[in-house]
């Protein structure tokens, strides 16, 4: 196919003015991105906006699995709270509640697209 560039899972950015840090989030537009490499403000980098990862959520907030999340750019965690941030994709599993738990599964960009629009 003559227009294919390359698959999608992993796509390269520039980072944004503070760089970026590796495994941590990084809003660039309307899109959410997981650095795959620490990078300074300017500097091509790689980042995943696509695929399964395990990562910060909001603590004292219960996930179900399937459940929308969201990307909460300031505090740099996944949240279900949709007001003032980004949809990121789904929770592949359920999380308790309680203040402790503060890490959640996300398939990054399922259902993302769908909310945006």
Avoid: C, H
Wanted: no cysteine; charged share 10%; glycine share 16%.
């Amino acid at each position: 196919m003559k227009n294919f560039v390359q698959p999608g899972e992993s796509v390269e950015f520039t980072a944004p003015v503070g760089g970026v840090t590796a495994g941590v989030g990084v809003q660039i537009g309307q899109l959410l991105v997981i650095a795959t490499v620490t990078a300074a403000a300017g500097a091509r980098f790689n980042g995943l906006v696509e695929g399964v990862i395990t990562r910060a959520k909001a603590g004292s907030q219960a996930w179900a699995e399937g459940a929308q999340v969201y990307w909460d750019e300031s505090a740099k965690v996944f949240t279900t709270v949709a007001a003032g941030n980004l949809p990121a994709g789904v929770a592949v599993a359920a999380v308790a509640g309680g203040a402790g738990d503060t890490t959640g599964t996300v398939l990054l960009g399922r259902g993302a697209a769908q909310e945006a629009t």
